[in-house]
């Protein structure tokens, strides 16, 4: 007697989560820029942002893993406490002891960083500016400066001045750099008294909470570079203030999150994407 083959039920293919986390993530364009990512490169994934204070942190994390969670971005102000969360690091990850990409692996989680390259491919690449040789001024001490500073330094810069309003963390991060030839801090108050700079690059969060940068003429150099970490209203303040200051090139973070996050991307997919058009439609004001 012929009986019929059983019928196969079709299977959905399982889709990969991923996600950002930060304190606060609202303002996030991760998730437009990671799906654009996915859609250009045919890769079936969902992309969520995940607001998590730095005590709640380890708890979202681990429910995010296990609820099926196979890479995440991290955001201020959990990049360094996302290294703490990780069995194993890339080179970039251990070197600045900062995090900002998580991939699972296992059982746990591997990191690492992409913000310095992100940066530097944003300079370099997209507006094709050359930062041998150059005078640095980095304002800010926190997670976001210690995970571009190895990146800056190979990229050629000259020398490099941090400060930050408290002093003891730009020196803490200058000792794990570890080249007091070429990077040094310096007070706050004494800015006025650094000279010029050919680039000053703003990594600190003060506009995010309502703090306004008091920053003295007498750093501004010549055809210089001024660039804040930061985008969107965030970066207004200090934007404003380096045109009014004369800085010839001046630039807010939005390329640099594009940058990072296709190398990011590169690194859960196996693919590099192409950054120009997500950047464009971002700069336009889209997603």
């Known amino acids: 007697m012929f009986e019929p083959e059983p019928t196969v039920p079709d299977v959905a293919p399982q889709v990969a989560r991923y996600a950002v986390?930060?304190?606060?993530?609202?303002?996030?364009?991760?998730p437009f820029i990671h799906q654009r990512f996915a859609t250009d490169n045919h890769k079936a994934i969902t992309y969520h942002a995940i607001d998590a204070a730095p005590e709640s942190f380890p708890a979202a994390l681990a429910r995010f893993a296990a609820d099926g969670g196979r890479g995440a971005n991290v955001t201020l102000p959990l990049k360094g406490l996302a290294a703490a969360q990780c069995a194993t690091l890339g080179e970039a990850a251990r070197r600045t002891g900062v995090v900002n990409t998580l991939t699972r692996a296992g059982d746990g989680w591997h990191g690492?960083?992409?913000?310095g390259a992100g940066l530097v491919a944003d300079i370099?690449?997209?507006?094709?500016?050359d930062l041998r040789g150059r005078r640095v001024l980095v304002l800010g001490a926190g997670g976001a400066v210690a995970g571009v500073m190895f990146d800056l330094l190979e990229a050629g810069?000259?020398?490099?001045?941090i400060v930050n309003r408290t002093p003891e963390r730009a020196d803490a991060l200058a000792d794990r750099i570890g080249e007091p030839a070429r990077v040094s801090t310096a007070y706050w108050a004494d800015m006025a008294t650094l000279g010029a700079f050919d680039f000053v690059l703003n990594g600190t969060s003060a506009a995010r909470h309502g703090q306004r940068l008091e920053l003295p003429l007498s750093i501004v150099a010549p055809r210089a570079l001024a660039y804040d970490m930061n985008y969107g209203e965030a970066a207004i303040d200090f934007l404003a203030w380096a045109r009014a200051a004369g800085f010839e090139h001046v630039h807010d973070g939005l390329g640099m999150l594009v940058e990072q996050a296709a190398i990011a991307f590169r690194i859960w997919h196996g693919v590099r994407p192409d950054t120009e058009p997500v950047y464009r439609e971002l700069a336009a004001g889209g997603g």
Do not use: I, M, Y
């Open 112 to 115: 690492d960083n992409t913000d």
């Open 157 to 161: 810069v000259d020398h490099v001045t």
């Open 124 to 129: 370099a690449e997209r507006w094709r500016l």
């Open 21 to 30: 986390f930060g304190h606060p993530v609202a303002h996030s364009k991760s």
